[in-house]
């Protein structure tokens, strides 16, 4: 059985009439059921027509299920089903519909486009009876799969039941508009709901031949009338502008009328510095104050004017800094007022980011002081580069107690400088780390549980891991052919770096409580750098064993002028010497001469990559 909806025949009356409109596009009602004037009862089963027919109708389901609207302007859906008309669902097209929850199942309510049977249906709800709303409620579907001819399925499964309020279907329809209209330099404000263009002229304007500027919008291509128009009395007839897309138009009434008095408006709309608002600009603060970078060369000032009719802004640029700038606004009424914007530049920055000493020793930036360390007996090393701001010179005091930034303006900021010699660690030996180890230099700090911790490698305005050294560690040595840490935390990676070289293993620490190599060789001592090399967490070592250099060949002969008399080590130059004993083990460390006479024996002396062998009698 097929009974057709009463509110159809008023939707063709309806297809022009818009929900809202914004440049042109006008949401307008192309189907809208309300059960009004509807009190059937339909209980044969029967099924669905084909759904492409011209005819909205319903279809009641088999198995005793019904379709209803024994109140007024509502219906109950019970295991039915029905379909919209065709309509065109091509473009920007809504679903609106209003409904609750007749009676709690777990069957469901579906909404589908262009689905005729009960397979597949759900595509645009597919809701259980516990989701659907109990009270009368909206919802909102965007149709994106339509075409020229459509239609909407509504079906609700056996035995579940929905009360449906209202259905409506919308599509977007553009229409010709004016979007913008400006006379004698004013914007005039445009209603399309009402179809009114209004605007205020400046006081004087010939209000009798006006020329306006008019922009469409929508789907117009065209206006009228064009060129000049006679607006002196259109505060009580307004003219009527027409905007065409060839087939619909759009009127407006437009009014202009001119201000009764000149102008007194002699303010700024905006004030810039080099292409950029003045900070904290408002129209009615007259004075400025602004600091220009160190180096900046002399600023460029505009500013626009708020009053069309306001004179242009006579505007007076800084020859020197520092110096301040005017901007004269005159009102079209006469009078005037001067912005004014005091110039002055800020010190040259004098940031300090790296040291790195000619020994290869980052050192520690924090704040004010600046920290970094040198092998014991070796002499005191000097600045080898820096990274400060730009035009800055870095350089260490007379007295060797502050490192001096000068800046590109020639004052100076001081930092208190630490430098000094760590004695390294000697002899065989394997140690658990308690952060008393004053062999140990970092930024960071001690765990009881990372060990001696290394940061990852990220500089921050609030965190500074870099360039304080928090990233890094050196572990100052003697003389030995490895050393083997045990990770404190999971494997990290590194960089390593022995006596300012960097090695190409290893690339990574070893897993928490595990250990990893670090192998050394041709010096007497070593400073051992270990770099974090990730952008995420903390590393860090909690124990060191160490292996003994290993001699394998002696040179007896002088060496960098080294000599042995039979009873003293001659070291003229002060050449870093080691002292071993025919078992390897360490006796003498030192850059000046060596008394021997009291020990007997055979002895290596090394220096460097070099070695010879002296028999004290």
């Excluded at 800084?318 to 914007?341: D, E, H, M, R």
């Excluded at 790195?356 to 002499?379: L, P």
């Excluded at 060789?521 to 974090?532: E, K, L």
């Amino acid at each position: 059985m097929k009974k057709y909806f009463t509110k159809i025949l008023a939707i063709a009356a309806m297809l022009l009439i818009g929900a809202w409109n914004v440049n042109g596009q006008t949401e307008t009602i192309i189907f809208h059921e309300t059960f009004n004037n509807m009190t059937t009862t339909n209980t044969t089963g029967n099924g669905l027509t084909s759904g492409n027919t011209d005819d909205t109708c319903y279809v009641v389901g088999g198995g005793g299920s019904a379709m209803k609207c024994s109140i007024d302007g509502t219906m109950d859906l019970t295991g039915g089903r029905f379909a919209t008309k065709n309509l065109d669902l091509t473009g920007d097209v809504k679903l609106y519909v209003t409904y609750k929850l007749g009676s709690a199942t777990t069957k469901k309510f579906q909404i589908a486009i262009d689905v005729s049977g009960t397979s597949g249906v759900g595509g645009i709800l597919n809701e259980e009876g516990a989701d659907s709303p109990t009270d009368f409620t909206t919802k909102q579907f965007t149709i994106t799969t339509g075409t020229t001819a459509s239609y909407i399925h509504f079906r609700t499964e056996s035995s579940h039941t929905i009360i449906l309020d209202e259905i409506k279907i919308t599509k977007v329809i553009s229409s010709p508009i004016i979007s913008s209209f400006t006379a004698a330099g004013v914007s005039a404000t445009i209603n399309d709901e009402a179809g009114t263009i209004t605007a205020e002229l400046p006081y004087g304007t010939n209000l009798t031949s006006i020329t306006p500027n008019i922009e469409l919008g929508g789907s117009a291509i065209s206006y009228t009338p064009t060129g000049a128009q006679d607006f002196s009395n259109s505060s009580t007839t307004p003219v009527t502008y027409t905007a065409s897309d060839g087939t619909n138009t759009k009127n407006y009434a437009v009014t202009l009328t001119a201000k009764a008095s000149a102008s007194t408006d002699a303010t700024l709309s905006d004030l810039k510095v080099d292409g950029t608002t003045v900070t904290g600009f408002v129209s009615s603060t007259l004075t400025y104050d602004v600091i220009l970078p160190y180096g900046s060369a002399n600023p460029v000032v505009t500013a626009v004017k708020n009053d069309p009719v306001a004179s242009d802004p006579v505007i007076t640029n800084v020859t020197s800094l520092p110096g301040s700038a005017t901007v004269l606004v005159t009102a079209q009424a006469g009078n005037s007022q001067t912005y004014t914007i005091n110039f002055t530049v800020a010190a040259a920055l004098k940031e300090l980011t790296e040291l790195i000493f000619s020994n290869s020793f980052n050192a520690f930036i924090k704040g004010e002081t600046v920290a970094a360390y040198y092998m014991a007996g070796q002499a005191k090393p000097t600045i080898q580069s820096y990274q400060a701001s730009a035009g800055a010179t870095v350089a260490i005091s007379a007295d060797g107690t502050k490192v001096v930034v000068t800046g590109a303006d020639d004052v100076d900021r001081e930092l208190a400088l630490t430098l000094e010699p760590v004695t390294p660690i000697t002899g065989s030996t394997s140690v658990t780390f308690d952060g008393t180890e004053t062999w140990i230099k970092t930024g960071y700090a001690f765990y009881a549980d990372k060990g001696w911790a290394f940061a990852k490698a990220v500089e921050e305005e609030t965190n500074k891991r870099i360039s304080e050294g928090k990233s890094r560690i050196y572990f100052f040595v003697g003389s030995y052919s490895k050393l083997t840490f045990t990770s404190g935390t999971v494997k990290r990676n590194i960089k390593v770096f022995v006596n300012g070289t960097e090695l190409a293993t290893p690339t990574e620490t070893a897993a928490s409580n595990s250990t990893f190599d670090i192998d050394l060789s041709g010096a007497s001592n070593y400073m051992v750098g270990i770099y974090s090399n990730q952008t995420s967490g903390d590393g860090g070592m909690t124990a060191l064993t160490t292996t003994p250099q290993t001699i394998t060949s002696a040179k007896q002969t002088q060496e960098l002028g080294i000599s042995f008399d039979g009873k003293t080590i001659r070291n003229p130059n002060g050449v870093s010497l080691h002292v071993f004993d025919i078992a390897g083990r360490l006796v003498h460390a030192s850059h000046t001469d060596i008394e021997m006479n009291n020990q007997k024996g055979i002895y290596i002396v090394k220096s460097g990559a070099d070695a010879m062998k002296i028999c004290v009698k």
